[in-house]
């Protein structure tokens, strides 16, 4: 008989090293006693009575401020054409006023465009100085200039390149529409066959003949549709524009001054109208590029601000162009630019400057050995002015005292350079014999221009004012007759 005795329990040291028991955490400080209902749900309710009117407060403000910026930014969008014009300064209405315009063709099939100009001294003048400008620049800047020239009797003319100033920036070209581009093509034709001949043409047909004739779709006629385009002004466009503006005004032989970019644009006809050129001066220029930045220009909502408010501006062209913006010259180049597609052409002209211009293989070509060649460049980047006058044997190198956009400041000091340099030259053969023949070119161009406008013409230094002219193109388009700037 088996017997069973209890044996009490003993700590076993193995069992209790194995499986320690945990040993509760005791808290450094008492627990928070649980809430009562009473004290969280205030809180809760708090919570959801101030979200709505978050959620308002930021959906009233993002949608009030995408309203103000749309409103801002189309007060800055371009003005129609009349309403830009009547809206000009003052001192752009007295340039406007003391100009004619000459009506060009840049390009084969495509309307004559006007070109605006402005001329001071005697049209019988030893030299016929015709100043072209640059980039985003425009006879404005040089108003004081021309002058200058005119009080010494040269007969000084500045234009505004076509897309600029107060020349036409835009034309309606005419183009045809072949029909059957793209996928949709066919639905596009079908579309205009029943505007043309109604929606139940082809049920008709069905039930006449059975079938709907397609065949005489096959060929369509050629459709023609008329678009406003911006002038996007090349070297090919500047040529046919300096060689019509030298014969309509009889400048031959011409000292050009070219401004900045126009020099890239006019090399070409330099070297293939070499007879038209006596000489050339050279302003600020810079073979690859512009002065302006242009680049401004291209970025949506930038290009609206910087042409929308003239301390932006002013601030761009301070750092590239001009030297003091304080007055009123600066707000008249953004007034031109902005009005009239200005923008838009000022842009395609900048697409269209040859960076990889090379002023050595110019300068050492055929069609330039013996042109006298002068260089004018600003003192504060007399290193550009040396490189250019360096690759031009023939050159030489003046310094003025302003920057790369010529101002009232040191207007006069351009002009005395100018003159000094002309008046050295020899004269031109055949003056005497051609006076009469360019005169009378002269006068019946401008007759035409003005459309009957009296010639009656007053003023000082060098016939300052030209009252009372009429524009042809601008005073009609703008139905503002003659009494705008009286």
């Avoid at 004081?144 to 600029?164: C, F, M």
């Avoid at 000082?460 to 042809?472: L, Q, S, T, V, Y």
Wanted: proline share 7%.
């Amino acid at each position: 008989m088996a017997i069973i005795t209890e044996e009490p329990d003993s700590p076993n040291p193995q069992l209790h090293k194995s499986k320690p028991k945990p040993k509760p955490n005791k808290p450094t400080s008492p627990p928070p006693p649980p809430q009562t209902p009473s004290t969280s749900a205030p809180t809760k309710s708090a919570a959801t009575t101030a979200n709505p009117f978050q959620f308002w407060f930021y959906f009233t403000f993002i949608v009030s401020s995408i309203t103000i910026s749309f409103i801002l930014l189309s007060s800055l969008s371009e003005q129609d054409p009349r309403t830009w014009f009547l809206n000009l300064p003052p001192t752009l209405r007295h340039h406007y006023a003391a100009g004619r315009t000459i009506k060009v063709q840049t390009a084969p099939n495509h309307p004559q465009v006007e070109v605006f100009s402005i001329q001071q001294g005697p049209t019988n003048s030893d030299s016929h100085v015709l100043i072209v400008h640059g980039l985003g620049c425009s006879s404005f800047a040089f108003k004081n200039v021309v002058k200058t020239l005119g009080r010494k009797n040269v007969h000084a003319i500045a234009i505004d390149l076509p897309g600029s100033g107060f020349s036409d920036k835009s034309t309606v070209v005419v183009e045809e529409n072949l029909g059957n581009n793209g996928p949709f093509g066919g639905l596009f034709d079908v579309y205009d066959e029943i505007k043309e001949k109604g929606l139940f043409w082809g049920f008709d047909q069905l039930v006449e003949q059975g079938f709907v004739d397609f065949e005489e779709n096959k060929v369509r006629p050629t459709k023609t549709k008329e678009v406003v385009k911006a002038i996007e002004l090349g070297s090919e466009e500047m040529g046919k524009v300096l060689t019509q503006v030298v014969d309509s005004m009889g400048l031959a032989p011409v000292d050009l001054v070219l401004h900045d970019s126009a020099f890239s644009l006019s090399a070409n006809w330099i070297l293939e109208n070499r007879a038209l050129v006596r000489s050339v001066v050279l302003l600020d220029t810079d073979p690859s590029g512009a002065a302006f930045l242009i680049r401004v220009l291209q970025i949506p909502v930038v290009r609206e601000i910087v042409l929308g408010f003239r301390f932006a501006f002013d601030r761009v062209v301070a750092s590239c162009c001009m030297e003091s913006v304080s007055g009123y010259e600066a707000d008249a180049h953004r007034v031109l630019l902005k009005g009239r597609d200005g923008r838009r052409a000022v842009v395609g002209m900048g697409k269209n400057l040859n960076s990889s211009f090379d002023l050595s293989e110019w300068g050492g070509s055929d069609g330039v050995k013996g042109l006298p060649v002068h260089v004018i460049w600003s003192d504060k980047w007399s290193d550009e002015g040396r490189r250019i006058t360096d690759a031009l044997p023939q050159a030489t190198l003046v310094a003025h005292s302003g920057v790369r956009w010529t101002q009232e400041l040191n207007a006069e000091e351009v002009g005395e350079s100018i003159y000094e340099f002309v008046s050295s030259l020899p004269k031109p053969a055949k003056q005497a014999v051609e006076e009469p023949i360019v005169h009378e070119h002269v006068e019946m161009k401008f007759d035409e221009a003005t459309s009957g406008a009296h010639n009656h013409h007053h003023g000082h230094e060098g016939h300052d004012h030209h009252d009372g002219h009429a524009h042809a193109g601008y005073m009609d388009a703008y139905g503002l007759g003659h009494g705008w700037a009286q």
